[in-house]
């Protein structure tokens, strides 16, 4: 079968100096891969590239990116994969939406860039999406500015506006990381739900290793822009190797499983 997404070498530099170095990963369709780190560690920027959205002083300078066994190394081929093919669910939704339009025109702007669709349309979706989600207000939520919505409920609009052109793969960039710990057991949950509808594979940054450990079904550990630890999540857990992955697993904040299937 052919990986879902084939990182082969990658280095990625910033101004000319190396961030990431030689990084090598494979997914298959509808496995959950969760990057975990530190602050620093490089794991955002291996997302970042992987999506095409390196700022101006940053590039990919070795290696190769490959999605469903096309070469998609170059931007321009990345970026018209985004969003239709590729998903990205943001630290703080919040903050990257426009404050003074509604969820639902910026919602419908994003679908019609992809698709000749009509606003009924793409309402309808998302309130089937919504429904998914088990969120019953979502008429409401679409009328909403995002600044009247909290910090989960907004992250859970990240979550429906990445998963409405249903892409195979998704990034999550820290997702949970601004919420409290039982907001963030209702994100974990919804993100393995549409893994379990779509068959969604997903990219999970995190420096939290419970969540890592409730959603993953493979983990890369990075520390200072080096891969050192990769593997089965149950290996990574159980059986670790590294120095660094053993402190990483002794500072865990772990999510009641509870919450997750509550």
């Known amino acids: 079968m052919t990986p879902l997404l084939d990182v082969q070498h990658m280095e990625v530099s910033y101004n000319g100096t190396p961030a990431v170095h030689d990084l090598s990963f494979q997914m298959e369709p509808g496995e959950i891969l969760g990057i975990v780190g530190e602050s620093g560690s490089g794991k955002s920027t291996v997302v970042k590239a992987a999506m095409g959205l390196l700022e101006g002083c940053g590039a990919v300078t070795k290696g190769d990116i490959f999605y469903k066994g096309e070469n998609v190394s170059d931007g321009d081929q990345m970026r018209k994969m985004r969003g239709s093919a590729m998903g990205m669910i943001f630290q703080d939704t919040e903050g990257s939406l426009c404050p003074v339009r509604t969820i639902g025109d910026q919602l419908y702007e994003s679908v019609s860039q992809h698709e000749k669709v009509s606003r009924r349309e793409v309402r309808e979706r998302a309130l089937e999406l919504f429904d998914k989600m088990s969120l019953r207000d979502g008429e409401r939520i679409l009328d909403s500015y995002p600044f009247e919505l909290s910090g ?72 200072r822009g080096d891969l050192v630890e990769y593997g089965k999540k ?12 053993k402190e990483l697993l002794g500072a865990v904040l772990r999510i009641n499983r509870d919450q997750c299937h509550g």
């Open 152 to 223: 989960g409920m907004n992250q859970r609009v990240g979550i429906m506006m990445a998963m409405i052109l249903r892409p195979d793969l998704l990034f999550a960039d820290e997702p949970t990381s601004a919420l409290d710990v039982t907001v963030q057991a209702q994100v974990v949950r919804e993100m393995i739900k549409m893994r379990e509808i779509y068959g969604t594979g997903i990219v999970l940054v995190t420096h939290n290793m419970g969540v890592v450990e409730r959603m993953a079904d493979t983990v890369a550990v990075m520390y």
């Open 234 to 245: 149950e290996d990574i857990i159980n059986h670790p190797q590294a120095d660094y992955t």
